[in-house]
């Protein structure tokens, strides 16, 4: 196991980290902001050490001040925890860089899957389906237009580099194609600082059903099993269950192959979720991947009796 664990996060993600490291005896650093000097993760590690003022801009995402803490505290590895830095891959080649160990996927993975496009072509080409669209930007309305044209409208408008449910739009028709394609664009813009745009079919009926996945450096992927996440708001997920009642054991062992094939075509490490879209015919499309532990992990580990975190740590370990 790691010697000593620094955990770049904050909040309960902190804390679950944090008590993963005590139960397996490593020690761990807390970082936290002038705001964050009472908050329980900052109490409970073994060290906590100060990294600025309250916005996160001038803490939480200040690599420098998180490397240079990780050194002066002797931290062997960085558990990034979700959301911050977790899927910056430019945040996980300087931990690495550094001589450090990355608790989390390769930094190549990370960032071929944080461009929506760029995955689904991947995808594509290692055999996992994909929902029917494209697999590059399209540069205006128009062209949008062409596209949708030829997949059948109602079709769905979505920011390349998004997450999160931000710059997604449903268009019924070529009448609605000006309004959707120039607010989504607007919005991935002030995002995610880059408005390219792609199109997907709209799979009408659609289950939203994720796979947790485990992958090591010897070759190994294994899945956790499936969560469904289709109640949403905004296309944001509010409620998620596992086992998904809509998922049968032959459907959840297909779903389970092809999340570990697709972990598998990609070099894929560590802990990862692939999200799936279900149609009432119980065909299945990749929509995404998720690199990085998500916010919904503690309810597979309550179907499965699976310690995810202490999973992550022991694949980082070796």
């Not at 590690?45 to 505290?73: C, H, T, W």
């Not at 880059?194 to 070759?219: C, F, M, P, T, W």
């Not at 015919?281 to 580990?301: A, C, G, W």
Request: with cysteine.
């Amino acid at each position: 196991m790691l010697e000593k664990v620094l955990v770049a996060n904050r909040g309960e993600i902190a804390c679950r980290v944090i008590r993963a490291c005590k139960e397996l005896g490593i020690p761990s650093v807390a970082v936290y902001s002038d705001a964050d000097a009472g908050m329980p993760h900052a109490k409970t590690a073994d060290e906590a050490f100060n990294i600025g003022p309250p916005p996160v801009m001038q803490s939480y995402l200040v690599q420098e001040r998180i490397l240079e803490v990780a050194k002066e505290a002797g931290a062997e590895g960085i558990h990034p925890g979700y959301g911050l830095l977790a899927e910056n891959a430019d945040f996980a080649e300087r931990v690495k860089a550094e001589g450090l160990v990355w608790i989390g996927p390769p930094p190549n993975a990370i960032r071929a899957m944080g461009v929506k496009t760029e995955a689904r072509g991947m995808m594509r080409s290692a055999g996992v389906p994909i929902i029917p669209g494209i697999t590059s930007s399209v540069p205006d309305a128009d062209a949008a237009r062409f596209v949708a044209q030829d997949l059948g409208y109602p079709v769905m408008v979505k920011a390349s580099f998004g997450g999160g449910g931000i710059g997604m739009q449903v268009v019924n028709g070529p009448d609605e194609m000006d309004n959707a394609f120039t607010g989504s664009a607007r919005r991935a813009e002030s995002f995610f600082s880059d408005g390219s745009i792609y199109l997907e079919k709209l799979i009408e009926g659609a289950r939203h059903v994720e796979i947790q996945v485990l992958a090591d450096d010897h070759g190994n992927a294994l899945h956790l099993d499936e969560r469904e996440c289709s109640i949403q708001r905004r296309h944001q997920k509010v409620i998620e269950e596992a086992p998904s009642p809509a998922v049968d054991a032959d459907l959840r062992a297909r779903m389970g192959a092809v999340a570990c094939q697709a972990a598998e075509a990609i070099g894929y490490r560590n802990a990862g979720t692939v999200e799936f879209l279900l149609d009432p015919d119980k065909s299945f499309y990749f929509l995404e991947m998720n690199t990085r532990l998500q916010v919904e992990h503690p309810i597979t580990e309550m179907i499965t009796g699976i310690d995810i975190v202490k999973e992550q740590l022991a694949i980082a370990a070796g």
